[in-house]
């Protein structure tokens, strides 16, 4: 069964970079947007933005250019990287599988999710 | 705030029939595809409904439903097990990425 399994530091201090990795197992990168989805505590989600398979990226505006989505296919992993992270950024983040463009649909088609990282921002 | 409105609660008895909402424009739902998500209770979003009305194998008492720039999820046969907060998401043209709803949380009375 296809899972994906996410790393990286819990606790940043403001002005830090965050960095994440998704890897996954049982299965392999294929032909898919490979997203990133957050959710501050208590509150609901936020697209953060994905990368497909071929390296093309796509990110939410509102994140004024600090997101970073790659991917590695040797390693079947995605990363993401986020610069001066501030208290607004903590949030639980998402590696999130896009089956849309596999689908030939407009998405967002999430059909698996990783366990979550919970990332606190905090001096 | 997000792009997409959602009431913040909605309840029901078991075995009613509880009904949300989901409002955009037409640069989202208006023009592209409703996806529907279920979060339980301290786990990851599960996938509901694609496609506007679509289900996944397996999900059953689920219905969703678009017309014009709004969309709504239907939950039949209310059950305990579907307390959870429920989201609607679709790809935005304006900008051209992924936009969700606030979220609605279900409560069984």
């Known amino acids: 069964q296809e899972q994906l399994q996410q790393s990286g530091p819990g606790l940043l201090k403001p002005s830090e970079t965050l960095s994440l990795s998704c890897s996954v197992s049982g299965g392999s990168l294929g032909s898919y947007w490979w997203t990133w989805i957050r959710q501050p505590p208590g509150k609901g989600l936020e697209w953060v933005g994905y990368v497909y398979y071929s390296g093309t990226t796509n990110y939410n505006p509102s994140l004024e250019r600090r997101a970073t989505i790659s991917i590695d296919t040797s390693s079947d992993k995605v990363s993401l990287k986020l610069d001066s992270v501030t208290a607004a950024d903590t949030a639980v983040y998402y590696c999130?599988?896009?089956?849309?463009?596999?689908?030939?649909?407009?998405?967002?088609?999430?059909?698996?999710w990783g366990q979550g990282t919970l990332v606190t921002v905090s001096s | 705030q997000s792009v997409l409105t959602q009431p913040p609660s909605a309840s029901g008895t078991p075995g009613q029939k509880v009904t949300i909402s989901c409002s955009g424009s037409s640069s989202n739902v208006g023009s592209n595809y409703v996806y529907w998500y279920q979060q339980l209770p301290g786990a990851a979003p599960k996938f509901l409904i694609y496609i506007n009305n679509q289900r996944p194998s397996g999900v059953d008492r689920f219905s969703g439903s678009k017309s014009g720039t709004s969309a709504s999820l239907a939950i039949s046969g209310l059950r305990s097990g579907d307390e959870a907060d429920y989201y609607c998401a679709a790809w935005d043209d304006s900008l051209s990425g992924y936009v969700f709803g606030a979220g609605t949380k279900v409560t069984v009375l």
């Open positions: 999130v599988r896009d089956v849309s463009m596999v689908r030939g649909i407009v998405g967002p088609w999430f059909d698996l």
